[in-house]
């Protein structure tokens, strides 16, 4: 896939910053002192009057965003998912989801493809906390189409939205032309018998290359890209599964309470289905290469094709 394109979600969300910025004046970025990182400082160069450098202090940040979202402006706070969902969880709770203020919450460098940064700083419990949260939106995009889509759709959308952004360059597979982005509506991305793999954020280019190989072995996977985790499209989830009568989910998350947790509840109650879920197994992280990490701990394409067949008992 060398000759496949490839950019980082986090790149995404300060490029569609800037695009929205160019056409919505009552937009405004926050950041924490990781302009540079978290890719808001092109919206800085372009529109210095409307970002504001909060420093080391992201709970701060979170009230002042809070605070200005009840001026009619449009605030997106940007910085660490660790930072974003674990340091400043008291205030995202009560400041933001608690009076339903119409805050987004751009998080980046999510999951472990943090990579050498370490395990103090790869969230993988982020969705977890966010789905915690009454009226919460969550959005977990897979390529740069889907992430430019997804942080027009958040400005759009009336509600406080937590996007979650990675820091690894992944391949852009979705076509800018077709696509369309719904906030709540999943896409079938592939058609199958035997399985159905549902993923999200940079595991669903993984779980599609997986299928490719699940094929060549006779096996043949429905792939599902779940970019919204909250609200979940339920009624795609259950109509996959009774079709196939088996479902994987993947993530670059723990395995608890993230995408595998809300679809094992909606199964539960809807149409139990045996299942599998393949993500962070209860587990930190550790400092190493982004993709040396994923191939470690089972989260790309070689290690999902493998735990797929196990289950099916392959």
């Given at each position: 896939m060398a000759d496949v394109k490839k950019i980082a979600t986090r790149e995404s969300y300060g490029n569609a910053l800037v695009e929205l910025g160019k056409e919505h004046d009552n937009l405004v970025v926050l950041d924490a002192d990781l302009a540079e990182a978290t890719k808001t400082g092109v919206f800085k160069k372009a529109f210095p009057d409307r970002h504001f450098d909060c420093g080391i202090a992201e709970s701060n940040m979170t009230g002042i965003a809070a605070g200005i979202a009840t001026t009619g402006k449009v605030p997106f706070i940007s910085t660490f998912a660790m930072f974003a969902a674990g340091r400043a969880y008291e205030q995202v709770r009560n400041s933001i989801g608690y009076p339903h203020l119409n805050v987004k919450i751009g998080a980046t460098h999510a999951g472990i493809s943090v990579g050498e940064d370490g395990a103090t700083h790869q969230c993988n419990e982020d969705i977890a906390l966010m789905r915690t949260i009454p009226g919460m939106t969550i959005i977990s995009p897979a390529d740069d189409v889907e992430a430019r889509a997804a942080v027009k759709a958040a400005y759009e959308f009336e509600g406080p939205v937590y996007l979650r952004f990675g820091r690894l360059a992944v391949p852009v597979f979705n076509d800018e032309a077709s696509y369309k982005f719904e906030?709540?509506?999943?896409?079938?991305?592939?058609?199958?018998?035997?399985?159905?793999?549902?993923?999200?954020?940079?595991?669903?280019?993984e779980s599609l290359e997986a299928a490719k190989a699940l094929e060549a072995d006779g096996i043949s996977a429905e792939v599902i890209n779940i970019h919204t985790i909250k609200p979940l499209d339920t009624e795609l989830i259950i109509k996959s599964a009774k079709k196939t009568g088996k479902v994987v989910t993947v993530e670059e998350h723990s395995i608890i309470g993230g995408l595998g947790g809300a679809v094992a509840e909606t199964l539960a109650e809807a149409a139990p289905t045996p299942m599998k879920r393949i993500g962070v197994m209860d587990s930190f992280g550790e400092s190493g290469p982004a993709v040396a990490l994923l191939e470690k701990y089972g989260l790309d394409a070689k290690g999902i094709t493998a735990k797929v067949k196990e289950f099916l008992g392959k």
């Open positions: 906030i709540g509506k999943g896409i079938l991305l592939r058609e199958g018998t035997d399985v159905t793999i549902v993923a999200t954020g940079l595991e669903v280019n």
